[in-house]
Nanobody
């Protein structure tokens, strides 16, 4: 069983910075991509940033130049560095991974974390 656990959420002032982390555990056969989604109150969940197994990255337009997605070399931890945050960045942030497990390497799964709340307010 694979689990993703986010940490690093909290309250931050507008213009400030915050770094989210996502720790992956379990027996993973391979990872195709990992990403961060967010869901603000009353809104749909949306992709914020993603990184592929080739380290290609893509970002939602509203966070380009402010947020940076990165990972450790073993794909055990995913990060989202959030700079110059705005009130509209307030949301629950979810880590996700597209992967195959060692128990069933033929099946592709999308695994989600439980979410981390980020509140941008003065």
């Amino acid at each position: 069983q694979v689990q993703l656990v986010e940490s690093g959420g909290g309250l931050v002032q507008p213009g400030g910075s915050l770094r989210l982390s996502c720790a992956a555990s379990g027996t993973i056969f391979s990872i195709n991509a990992m990403g961060w989604y967010r869901q603000a109150p009353g809104k749909d969940r949306e992709l914020v940033a993603a990184i592929t197994s080739l380290d290609n990255t893509n970002y939602q337009d509203s966070v380009k130049g402010r947020f940076t997605i990165s990972r450790d070399s073993g794909w055990k931890t995913l990060y989202l560095q959030m700079n110059i945050v705005k009130p509209e960045d307030t949301a629950v942030y979810y880590c996700t991974a597209d992967l195959r497990t060692a128990a069933d390497p033929k099946t592709f799964l999308k695994v989600w974390g439980q979410g981390a709340l980020v509140t941008v307010s003065s």
